[in-house]
């Protein structure tokens, strides 16, 4: 009886060590591969969205052969669709209000480029008469915006 429990007891041969032995040992390594996968596919989703979240108000842009531009803060636009309504970013106002709405971002110290949008089928009228008044008032940095034109 002594013997039996002193070679179970002692851990080197025995029933203990061999059962220890037939177990598969841990992974201590984390597995990234599924990881990767994850934030390749929403990398892909991000660069597809991105484009379609800075439209807001729907415009038939004309086409011109012109590069597009790179900017890294979110620009403010004028757009100016076929009927000749104007708006601010997405909110539509007056064209006696873009000079004061202008003049209140402004006040937070927005200096970067302003960018009129105007729909190709947009009285050519109304979009002069947005740009002169947003020149008027001091914005010299002014840009429009058009769409790349395709080879047909």
Do not use: C, W
Not at 9 to 22: D, F, L, V, W
Not at 63 to 83: C, D, F, H, R, W
């Amino acid at each position: 009886m002594g013997m039996s429990v002193g070679a179970s007891g002692s851990g080197r041969g025995g029933r203990g060590h061999r059962r220890r032995g037939s177990r598969r040992s841990l992974m201590s390594e984390i597995n990234v591969t599924p990881f990767v996968d994850v934030m390749l596919v929403l990398l892909i989703i991000f660069m597809v969205a991105a484009p379609l979240l800075t439209v807001g108000v729907p415009i038939d842009l004309p086409e011109t052969q012109a590069k597009a531009l790179n900017s890294e803060t979110q620009p403010i636009t004028v757009s100016i669709n076929e009927g000749g309504q104007i708006y601010l970013q997405e909110t539509e106002i007056p064209i006696d209000e873009v000079v004061p709405k202008l003049e209140a971002i402004a006040q937070t110290g927005y200096d970067e480029r302003i960018y009129v949008r105007g729909d190709k089928t947009a009285d050519y009228g109304t979009v002069m008469q947005v740009m002169a008044r947003i020149s008027a008032a001091g914005y010299r940095n002014l840009g429009l915006v058009t769409l790349q034109e395709q080879d047909k």
